[in-house]
């Protein structure tokens, strides 16, 4: 009975780890347990592609309510396999109102955004890519970040 539990175990494991681009997997996540971001701390993964792909990207972010912005501010690039910039764009996102009051509902002690970044990101040629983000606020460490990830809805 242990050896079944064990090989049910080591299955889901490895289903749940796999990020080969299914729809709904975390591609790329990190979360901040001091609720600090520094401005060049990358937050990166390697996905290797054995056949061509298109993505349908969303950044999903949660922030600590000490976060004192309005707005968000990330680099999303994705390098080939020999660390060339294959695409590369800016997103600037606004989370609160004109009057400071959030644009989403305090939930569990968070502010939760989900923010479409590339719905036909397409890469056609099989290989080893990396999909990053950068922080691009001007203020370091970013303070009440709690949580960042990549998600493919395809």
């Known amino acids: 009975m242990k050896k079944i539990l064990l090989v049910i175990g080591v299955i889901l494991l490895g289903l749940s780890s796999c990020h080969s681009g299914k729809k709904g997997n975390a591609l790329l996540s990190r979360s ?82 989900s923010f479409p970044i590339n719905s036909e990101l397409s890469i056609n040629e099989p290989g080893k890519y990396t999909f990053q983000l950068e922080n691009r606020m001007p203020i370091t460490p970013l303070t009440g970040i709690q949580s960042i990830e990549i998600i493919n809805l395809n």
Request: hydrophobic share 30%; aromatic share 22%; net charge negative.
């Open 32 to 113: 901040f347990p001091t609720y600090n971001w520094e401005r060049f701390d990358f937050v990166k993964t390697e996905i290797d592609l054995k056949k061509p792909t298109t993505y349908n990207l969303v950044l999903n972010v949660a922030f600590d309510p000490s976060y004192t912005q309005n707005y968000f501010s990330v680099v999303f690039t994705v390098f080939d396999e020999n660390e060339h910039p294959f695409r590369t764009k800016g997103y600037k996102f606004t989370l609160k109102e004109k009057d400071g009051s959030w644009k989403s509902t305090l939930t569990d002690g968070s502010y939760h955004y």
